[in-house]
């Protein structure tokens, strides 16, 4: 995963109880939505110098997109390339999924991974008809933009013996062994781990638990997994509690191994009082690594029913761990309603 454009912020001021100040407190952090209308559980993906960003199903005008899709051209300082809507990178969906008494369909939480020039890979969740549980699909495509063409008549991951399977996020560890975390419910929830073959398409073996609901502030969700390694780590982000309840948040748990134990960080790394209480509910994240900035990217209510997307810089501590940093005198790439 690549840098979003823009530059990291040059101020950020009072945080969460449980998170340290990283540079020092000057005035209340600028928080803004950079995508301020609907745009939940986003994801990017940043191919040469331009920046995709997906989202769950939303409406457009009278048009419901199953994943909607917007770009950005790289930029260094603030105001330099806006968020523009590209379309619906997923507009036709596989027998599998089911419709509602209108004949639509939803889609969440997408992700997006490059397998190399001209080949990509769109990992989804949508509702089997024939199950009533939430599974997960995946989808190819030429462009990062799509059109992205479901892949086989069947979802890759499906299991409703755990009810719903959630959250696709495509891990490649150094090796270049390629992984798929997901999360399921049974008696709370899990993410997990399943690998795959080099294609993308196809579990291998046997899926592995990386984390559970194991924390009274979580109300048994832990979800949207993210994982990264960085500096001989691996960091796995992810959302606790439910996602409308006004005290969703953003965490990460470590270790020094794929096989873990994950360590959960503790408290909170971003919150709704890290966003000085005027955004809620903030989640379903992304870290965005590499180049001269690391982000991270998420989601938040901004009103009208509706979460923008938003980024907020992220930096590393001499022990590995991330620290997060608001947007202050410059911002990236943003878009309005």
């Keep these: 995963m690549l840098p979003l454009s823009g530059t990291l912020w040059a101020c950020a001021a009072k945080v969460g109880p449980a998170l340290t100040a990283v540079v020092a407190a000057v005035a209340a952090p600028l928080v803004a939505p950079v ?17 995709y960003a997906y989202s769950t199903s939303s409406v457009y005008g009278t048009t419901r997109r199953h994943v909607p899709v917007f770009q950005s051209t790289s930029a260094s300082g603030p ?3 806006k968020w523009a809507d590209a379309g619906d990178a997923l507009p036709q969906l596989p027998a ?16 997006v991974v490059s397998r190399g020039p001209g080949s990509y890979l769109l990992y989804f969740t949508a509702q ?4 009533n549980v939430h599974c997960i699909g995946v989808a190819t495509s030429s462009s990062p933009k799509g059109p992205f063409t479901p892949d086989g008549t069947t979802p890759l991951i499906c299991r409703p013996q755990y009810r719903d399977s959630i959250d696709p996020m495509p891990f490649t560890d150094a090796d270049g062994t390629r992984y798929l975390l997901y999360t399921s419910q049974n008696n709370g929830t899990t993410i997990w781990l399943q690998r795959l073959t080099p294609d993308g398409i196809t579990p291998v073996g046997q899926r592995r638990a990386l984390l ?19 500096g001989g780590k691996y960091i796995l982000f992810y959302s606790g509690n439910r996602y ?19 360590v959960k960080h503790p408290g909170t790394l971003l919150d709704g009082n890290t966003l000085n209480k005027k955004y809620a509910n903030p989640g379903g994240q992304e870290v965005v690594l590499g180049g001269t900035h690391d982000y991270l990217v998420f989601h938040a209510d ?36």
Excluded: C, H
């Excluded at 832990?222 to 960085?230: D, G, I, K, N, Y």
């Design 35 to 51: 995508i301020a209308r609907d745009f939940p559980d986003p994801s990017i993906l940043a191919v040469g110098k331009t920046y």
């Design 79 to 81: 105001g330099a390339g």
């Design 96 to 111: 599998w999924v089911a419709k509602d008494r209108t004949g639509a369909s939803s889609v969440w939480a997408p992700a």
């Design 128 to 131: 089997d008809a024939k199950l």
């Design 212 to 230: 559970t609901s194991d924390r009274p502030e979580e109300a048994q969700v832990v979800e949207a997994p993210t994982l990264v390694r960085r």
């Design 244 to 262: 409308n309840s006004g005290r969703y948040f953003i965490n990460y748990a470590s270790a020094s191994s794929l096989a873990g134990p994950f």
């Design 302 to 337: 901004i009103g009208r029913f509706q979460r923008g997307m938003f980024a907020a810089g992220l930096v590393w501590g001499k022990d590995g761990l991330p620290k997060v940093q608001l947007n202050g005198q410059s911002t990236p790439p943003s878009v309005q309603r």
